[in-house]
């Protein structure tokens, strides 16, 4: 069955990098679009990023752009998140996630759009 699983989080000081990893199995995940999202306690799940199914668009929340960058590797079956400048306010559980319709800026901020989900890493930035 079709499987996503992240890596790569932890816990980093203020202005710190990280970079997420998101391996798909189960399935061919290269026709997909794939996003990044995260959940603060005590907060809704946001969308974080998300690629296109051959890496030719790109999308950004206001808030990561310019310090995340996302991108797939369709042979590996892998999805990346490069994080620098990491802020406080990036402490979250990351979460990967795949769809089939993924394709616009406005579909692929809905979590609805999206058809698997990993269990997510999870992120620490401390100040």
């Known amino acids: 069955q079709a499987q996503l699983v992240e890596s790569g989080g932890g816990l980093v000081q203020a202005g710190g990098s990280l970079r997420l990893s998101c391996a798909a199995s189960?399935?061919?995940?290269?026709?997909?679009?794939m996003g990044w999202f995260r959940q603060a306690p005590g907060k809704e799940r946001e969308f974080v990023a998300a690629i296109t199914w051959s890496g030719g668009s790109t999308y950004y929340a206001d808030s990561v752009k310019g310090r995340f960058t996302i991108s797939r590797d369709n042979d590996k079956n892998t999805v990346y998140l490069k994080m620098n400048s990491l802020e406080p306010e990036d402490t979250a559980l990351y979460y990967c996630?795949?769809?089939?319709?993924?394709?616009?800026?406005?579909?692929?901020?809905?979590?609805?759009?999206?058809?698997?989900w990993g269990l997510g890493t999870q992120v620490t930035v401390s100040s």
């Open positions: 996630a795949a769809g089939y319709g993924i394709g616009t800026m406005t579909r692929s901020r809905n979590p609805n759009e999206y058809d698997y």
């Open positions: 189960g399935r061919t995940f290269s026709s997909a679009g």
